[in-house]
């Protein structure tokens, strides 16, 4: 009970009992629909639900936090390599592919750890943070990308520069291989309770001193908190959830590239979590799956314009609705009408 | 005289050429109601940043419970029964007001003081504050929104309470309401100091009252000795 109490907290759109049974309706719905389609279908409905766990660590760290990180991606980035360096290294073993993921998933927490604690016991001022995570994953893009030769190899995985990692094994338990349809339930399953798990948290007391934080860092001090230790524990979430990101996308690709820690890739996660409410996790998964199914459709059927549409979208949204489009609509226009909800500022909130 | 649970010693602090805080000492015994008091740009936030941790001096220490905290954060000050608010309000105004009042009280605390719910019952009962109101804090009005920062304060359950113009903006019998909760927790066994600008408020609730001028401590004493000082009326209480 206590655990479903945490799930509808007053901190997200959602918290009534008939939300609850529409949630587990249209989750049982995409398993359903995942059994339905093509194999081609359910690898793409994988792609875009494996960019969810990223966004939903962008909308703790800055929507809840007021920490924007502009390098989400460098952990993505991290998380992938590190996959394939570990798993390449360990294929044949049944294990190894598990090994790696935890592996991995430890590496982001390592390095946000470090990156993040120079980030704030230094006290840096936060407009600064999305420079500094900025620059640390083009840096890292440069490094990878001068990793071509032979020399830049680990055990016997090769680093492969700008070309990437290629040939990097799919998860696996014991025996059983996760690719196609199967690796689609893996990824809904996966994505689902990373979203459960930022919903409880946000919920919970940690969740409240967390919004404390974004509203009045000096404040919050002021009564007590270690801000330095909280805002350092959610960067490094937020880290660890952008590399199961990055995780599931070299778990379903088999590669990755330096190009996917770039300055367009860097920016992508951003845009997701603005366009749909970045105080929200509920909208920020919705406006995840949804921008990366409307970029996917429209490279897929030829436009060269996909990402100006995207960026233009952005633009829109942040005129119009600069508490995130699904934000207004759900929560803003419901509570003090279309101008509070149209234009926020204006109106006073 | 008991050992001070608040005292600076030559505390000193300068911005560029400004000398903000000049060789400032000060022994705030407990249960004392201190009052410090000075014209503008005295030194008097920047000694309020100076106790509680907002800056660190460049000479000089600060003393809480006999235990030097000048090298600590400020959240480990609060931890040890340092209490505050601010100049300018600053409650949580988007959060509602139940959750502004769960934020200190889950705060973690070193050495909690059993007269916490006590003081804080009090507090909202004389605000006529409710701890479960759902409302967002921005809802409240100015004197509202003053007393709930005290009572956030209190919740924390502080040893010293700092407070810094807390009756800015208040009409006179938001004032006078203010200044009799003090006095009730101050004989409750609460320390407590004030920086204050409303004479009348410090006539009214102050034991002793501290004046500062030019970054340094100018006179020191009763109420009435302070009120009678020629130097102190000249550079200040003539003004007021």
């Known amino acids: ?349 | 005289m008991a050992a001070s649970i608040l005292a600076t010693e030559r505390l000193a602090k300068r911005f560029g050429g400004v000398i903000a805080a000049d060789q400032v000492s000060l022994a705030v015994a407990p249960g004392e109601l201190r009052c410090i008091i000075g014209p503008n740009g005295a030194g008097k936030s920047t000694l309020f940043a100076l106790l509680c941790g907002i800056y660190p001096p460049d000479a000089g220490r600060v003393l809480l419970k006999g235990r030097d905290v000048t090298a600590e954060p400020a959240f480990r000050r609060v931890r040890h029964g340092l209490g505050l608010t601010f100049q300018t309000n600053r409650a949580y105004h988007s959060l509602s007001i139940r959750q502004n009042l769960e934020i200190p009280l889950r705060a973690e605390r070193l050495d909690r003081t059993h007269e916490r719910g006590q003081h804080l019952r009090y507090a909202l009962d004389e605000f006529g504050l409710d701890p479960l109101d759902e409302r967002p804090a921005r809802e409240l009005p100015h004197h509202r929104l003053q007393w709930l920062e005290i009572a956030m304060a209190l919740a924390n359950g502080p040893e010293v309470l700092l407070l810094d113009e807390p009756t800015a903006g208040l009409s006179p019998e938001e004032t006078r309401q203010t200044a009799r909760v003090l006095q009730h927790l101050n004989r409750s066994g609460l320390t407590i100091i004030v920086i204050e600008h409303d004479i009348a408020f410090v006539r009214e609730v102050a034991q002793s009252v501290t004046v500062l001028h030019q970054g340094r401590v100018f006179a020191e004493g009763s109420v009435e000795s302070i009120t009678a000082h020629e130097d102190v009326r000249r550079i200040y209480l003539g003004r007021a």
């Open chain 1, 1 to 349: 009970m206590r655990g479903f109490r945490l799930l509808t907290g007053p901190e997200d759109i959602g918290r009534s009992a008939w939300f609850w049974l529409g949630f587990a309706i249209v989750v049982a719905g995409i398993y359903g629909y995942a059994t339905l389609i093509s194999d081609f279908d359910a690898s793409n409905l994988a792609y875009y639900l494996s960019n969810i766990p990223i966004a939903l660590g962008l909308s703790l760290l800055w929507g809840y936090c007021g920490v924007l990180s502009f390098g989400q991606v460098a952990y993505f980035g991290i998380a992938g390599y590190l996959y394939g360096i570990i798993a390449g290294n360990m294929a044949g073993n049944d294990w190894g592919p598990l090994l790696a993921a935890l592996g991995s998933l430890a590496g982001c927490a390592a390095v946000a750890a470090v990156f993040g604690y120079f980030i704030f016991y230094a006290r840096v001022q936060m407009w600064i943070a999305p420079i500094l995570t900025l620059t640390f994953t083009l840096l890292l893009e440069t490094f990878l990308g001068q990793t071509a030769g032979y020399q830049w190899r680990v055990g016997s995985v090769q680093l492969g520069g700008y070309n990437g990692m290629t040939g990097i094994p799919s998860f696996q338990l014991a025996g059983l291989v996760f690719s196609g349809r199967s690796f689609c339930y893996y990824a809904l399953t996966f994505v689902l309770l990373c979203f459960l798990f930022c919903r409880m948290l946000v919920g919970s007391g940690a969740g409240r001193v967390m919004l404390a934080i974004r509203e009045d860092a000096l404040r919050t001090e002021l009564l007590g908190y270690d801000i330095r230790a909280r805002q350092l524990t959610v960067f490094v979430l937020a880290a660890v959830l952008a590399g199961i990101s990055g995780l599931l996308y070299v778990q379903w690709g088999n590669y990755i590239t330096p190009s996917q820690i770039g300055l367009l890739q860097a920016s992508l996660p951003v845009i997701w979590v603005a366009v749909g409410g970045r105080d929200s996790l509920l909208a920020v998964a919705i406006s995840t799956y949804v921008l990366n199914w409307l970029n996917y459709s429209l490279s897929s059927t030829g436009s060269e314009y996909a990402l100006v549409i995207i960026g233009g979208l952005l633009v829109a949204v942040m005129l119009f609705f600069p508490n995130g489009i699904i934000v207004a609509l759900a929560r803003d226009l419901p509570r003090h009408g279309w101008r509070a909800a149209l234009a926020p500022r204006l109106a006073g909130h």
